[in-house]
């Protein structure tokens, strides 16, 4: 059973508009959350991240909001961006653990 | 810059032998993590190491050993390797206690096991 859920497996998005990526969690214990990015034949990197005392992080065209009580977090990406197309791992830590849970991914086509 | 290694990109093995895959940081990290990739699953975590020769499973432990005699590196051995070990394997490592830093991972290593 995924603990970390990214239903959509692909998105495609014009260049200069918003890429929305969703993530949902099932459980509750989860106290921080984080987005990798991924290029092909390369590691995941880290891209940002979020902890459950806050509801929105921002980094430059990134933001990733928390909804607690829905369980569920999103990336969104502003202006997007040819170089943005990758493969988006949503992951999340409990408290105290030292174990991260990754999901599925989701694969961002940004088209020129 | 934190620079995460692994000794092979890609590996064609046989069915029953044994593989070793290495992986080494150069950051002094505690934390050291293998996760195996596949398609519609994500990043799946096998074991993990929170100290020179500790080792933990992690959530798809079976058919899999590890080694971590020195704190730089991490090795993950297949005793008997198969075709459904078949995968992308992914080394990570993060500095601190709990793992709540952000892991930085190598490049992978693509295992075909024919």
């Known amino acids: 059973d995924q603990q970390v859920k990214q239903n959509s497996p692909s998105l495609s998005v014009q260049e200069g508009r918003i890429s929305i990526l969703n993530c949902d969690y099932t459980n509750s214990m989860f106290d921080y959350f984080l987005w990798y990015k991924k290029y092909p034949a390369e590691g995941p990197t880290f891209l940002i991240s979020?902890?459950?005392?806050?509801d929105k992080n921002e980094d430059g065209r990134f933001t990733v909001f928390l909804n607690k009580s829905a369980k569920h977090l999103s990336l969104h990406i502003v202006p997007s961006q040819p170089g943005d197309s990758a493969v988006y791992f949503c992951a999340a830590r409990d408290t105290g653990g030292f174990k991260t849970i990754f999901g599925a991914g989701t694969r961002l086509f940004v088209k020129a | 810059d934190v620079k995460v290694t692994q000794s092979s990109r890609y590996l064609v093995k046989r069915t029953g032998e044994k593989v070793f895959l290495e992986c080494v940081q150069d950051m002094d990290h505690e934390n050291m993590f293998w996760y195996r990739q596949d398609p519609g699953l994500g990043l799946r975590l096998i074991y993990f190491?929170?100290?020179?020769?500790?080792?933990e499973k992690g959530d798809i432990p079976e058919g899999y050993s590890v080694s971590r005699e020195k704190k730089e590196r991490f090795s993950l051995i297949l005793e008997s390797a198969s075709t459904n070990q078949t995968s992308m394997y992914l080394c990570a490592s993060s500095p601190g206690l709990a793992g709540a830093e952000t892991q930085y991972f190598g490049p992978g290593t693509r295992l075909l096991v024919l």
């Open positions: 190491s929170y100290d020179v020769k500790m080792k």
């Open positions: 979020i902890s459950s005392i806050k």
